[in-house]
């Protein structure tokens, strides 16, 4: 089955005294199981929005999202329906996610209690799949770095046993020299847990290195899908174009298109 389907969707935000905003527009799009996508798109395109819809963050106002078959407007957050938390975010800002007040070994666990599958994991084993040692779990969020403290929310979301995990730019705030380490992190834990992974980012030369398919995203719409090699060397659409052509080439690594 297919594990999340979004038909039509739209999001708007009301303004004060302005109308609305349309900042996603008719979105269809499906992600199979085990499936890694990237979603690509500048600044203000409304990947944030749609990811937020996606986790039930924020009400569709048409169109639909079904996650395993079920409406994601129908299952209770605040109850914290099991069926929503095998949907796991890790966002941009790791600092602002975590709390400052607890150590990141209890905050992992939080994420264990609602694994269906107790035995899946223990916090130490979880802090070296994501390079950090297993003793810095009696410490807090402060003590750690950027980096550091994003694989600590890689972990917590890993350790809720989900089947889709969303990255909304989750190494959008690190050092260049981390984020496609970071990147390639989450997307192989995603592959040896099983897990879905929609993976957003701005940049799209990361995507390109952990997704399968990626679609692209201007003005609220996804103007482009496809597998990610063929949107890398031949892209149909001039707004991916302009992003392609926007990739610097570093170290002789980056392909221009064309
Ligand atoms: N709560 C809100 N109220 C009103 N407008 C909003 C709200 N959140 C986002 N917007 C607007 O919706 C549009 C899409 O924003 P969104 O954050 O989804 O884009 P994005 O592609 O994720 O951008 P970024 O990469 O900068 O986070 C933008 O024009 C933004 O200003």
Not at 40 to 63: I, Q
Not at 201 to 210: F, M, P, T, Y
Not at 216 to 231: H, L, N, Y
Request: contains cysteine.
């Amino acid at each position: 089955m297919t594990l999340l389907k979004l038909d039509d969707l739209e999001v708007s935000y009301k303004l004060p005294g302005r109308g609305s905003l349309k900042a996603v527009d008719s979105v269809s799009f499906d992600l199979e199981p085990r499936q890694v996508l990237g979603l690509v798109g500048e600044s203000g395109c409304g990947k944030s929005t749609l990811a937020r819809a996606v986790c039930g963050l924020e009400p569709a106002s048409s169109g639909s999202i079904s996650f395993n078959g079920r409406p994601v407007g129908k299952l209770g957050l605040r109850k914290r329906d099991p069926a929503l938390m095998r949907i796991q975010m890790v966002f941009q800002n790791p600092f602002a996610s975590l709390n400052p007040r607890r150590t990141i070994g209890s905050q992992i666990e939080d994420g264990l209690r609602v694994n269906p599958d107790r035995d899946a994991w223990s916090v130490p084993d979880l802090l070296e799949h994501v390079e950090l040692d297993p003793a810095s779990r009696s410490r807090f969020p402060h003590q750690f770095s950027g980096g550091q403290r994003q694989r600590v929310a890689i972990a917590r979301a890993i350790a809720a046993g989900p089947e889709l995990l969303i990255g909304d730019e989750p190494i959008a705030s690190l050092d260049a020299s981390l984020q496609a380490r970071i990147a390639i992190l989450m997307r192989n834990l995603a592959v040896e847990t099983g897990a879905a992974l929609l993976f957003i980012s701005h940049d799209l030369s990361v995507v390109r290195v952990i997704a399968d398919d990626v679609a692209v995203m201007s003005a609220g719409r996804i103007v482009e899908r496809g597998p990610v090699d063929r949107v890398w060397s031949a892209p149909e659409h001039p707004y991916t174009q302009r992003l392609l052509a926007a990739i610097p080439v570093v170290d002789g690594l980056g392909v221009l298109p064309g």
